[in-house]
Structures are given as C-alpha cells and as structure tokens.
C-alpha cells in the first residue's frame, strides 16, 4: 500500500481564497483524522471521522473550516475564506479497526496564506 | 480528559550518548501509549508502541516501558547518532465513546552533534 495520500504538498494562497486539501486513507482503515501543526500550537486533532462519519469535530477553529469524507477512500479539509492565519502544516491520518492500533501519517499540505 | 506531558525541547547532544525523553500521561483505565518521530519536512511516523502495563516497546534501538504505576512512557536510546536528530511525540490511544482517538504530547526536539 502507499500510505495515506495528501494533496497538494504545498498551497500558496491568498487571503480570502477556498483551498481545499484532500487525503487519500489507506485502504481498509476505518478511522480518518485531520490533524493541524504550528510552531505556537503543536499538534492540534480538528475533526476525525470512523466508517466516514464525523465523530468530533470540536477541535474545527472555525465555521471557515469543514471537513467531508464522502467515501471510504477520499476526504476533503476546505478553508473558505482562507486567513494568514491558517498558515499551517495540515496532517491527514488513518488507522485501522481495534482499539489499540496506531495512526499512519501522510505527509502532509504545507500552507501558506498571505 | 486524556492528556500527554513531555519535556520540552530541544533536547542536544552529542554522538552516542545516551537519550532519555520523558512522558507521563493522564487517562482512565488502559490505553495503549505510542512514540512517533517527525523527521523535517515529513509526517509522523509510528516508532513504537506498547498496550498494555509492563509492556516494552522497542524499534531501532529505542525502548520504551508502559509503567501504569508512575503513568510514565519514557523513551530511551543508549547510543544517539546523527540520524536520530528529529521530533518525538509521545501520544496515547483510549477507545472512547465517540472513537478511537489519538492524543498527542508538544512534541520534544532532538539534535545530536558529532
């Protein structure tokens, strides 16, 4: 398997734009995590989905944000409208069933918004 | 709630000495504990895990002990090199009633010199 799929690598945007960042699970993996990171804040969860539904999305910042996983192959993080500060380093993750497996980390959409 | 304490970084030094990274957790009953590592420019990726009390966790010369009495998951190497300089995240998993979710440490940055 190639692991969890992140497009794009990098995404230079302009304030006030839509960027949509999409992920790929691994195949057979129920569970699918969007993860944040920055310098000021680390490693923060905003949403996770189990067999494609939304579980908890409370670590969503804003309205601006939302997060679908229409299928079991494919999810989408949309930022409309973007903001500098959203500037970020944006993780998708997938695990598979059982309570005690791990997380595989793709590797990630570097963000910038200017 | 869950959480993960470890120390804060970086952490620098020199070529074959040996490396402890400190983690203690707080959570119900028994999750399973996890040491990812963040190479720059890339994603986490899993290092080792252990998932249940007394368990060692072990992968390329890094071990780490499941002590639930001290709720400690500290991570050693007895000879660091070069290659090993990176960014360590320890990290718990506890089936709750909305999922499967990860928690994750600030993370503790290691260099190591010649």
């Known amino acids: 398997d190639a692991g969890v799929i992140q497009s794009p690598r990098h995404e230079v945007t302009e304030m006030g734009q839509e960027v949509t960042l999409r992920c790929k699970p691994i195949?057979?993996?129920?569970?699918l995590f969007w993860y944040r990171q920055t310098m000021m804040r680390g490693l923060e969860l905003l949403i996770y989905?189990?067999?494609?539904?939304?579980?908890?999305d409370s670590g969503m910042p804003e309205d601006r944000f939302s997060a679908k996983m229409p299928n079991a192959s494919f999810s989408t993080l949309k930022i409309q409208p973007s903001e500098p500060r959203d500037s970020a380093v944006y993780f998708c993750a997938s695990s598979p069933p059982g309570q005690r497996a791990e997380a595989f980390f793709g590797q990630g959409t570097r963000l910038t918004v200017v | 709630g869950n959480s993960v304490t470890q120390m804060e970084g970086p952490v620098t030094l020199s070529e074959e000495a040996f490396l402890t990274i400190n983690c203690t957790y707080t959570a119900t009953g028994y999750p399973s504990l996890f040491w990812y590592v963040q190479y720059p420019g890339e994603g986490l990726q899993l290092l080792l895990k252990a998932t249940k009390a007394d368990d060692k966790g072990s992968n390329k010369g890094f071990e780490a002990t499941y002590r639930k009495e001290t709720t400690s998951f500290h991570l050693e190497k007895g000879s660091v090199q070069v290659s090993d300089s990176a960014v360590y995240f320890c990290a718990l998993s506890r089936l709750t009633g909305g999922g499967n979710k990860l928690t994750f440490g600030t993370g503790t940055q290691l260099k190591v010199e010649l």
């Open positions: 989905f189990n067999n494609n539904v939304p579980i908890d």
């Open positions: 195949s057979g993996h129920d569970y």
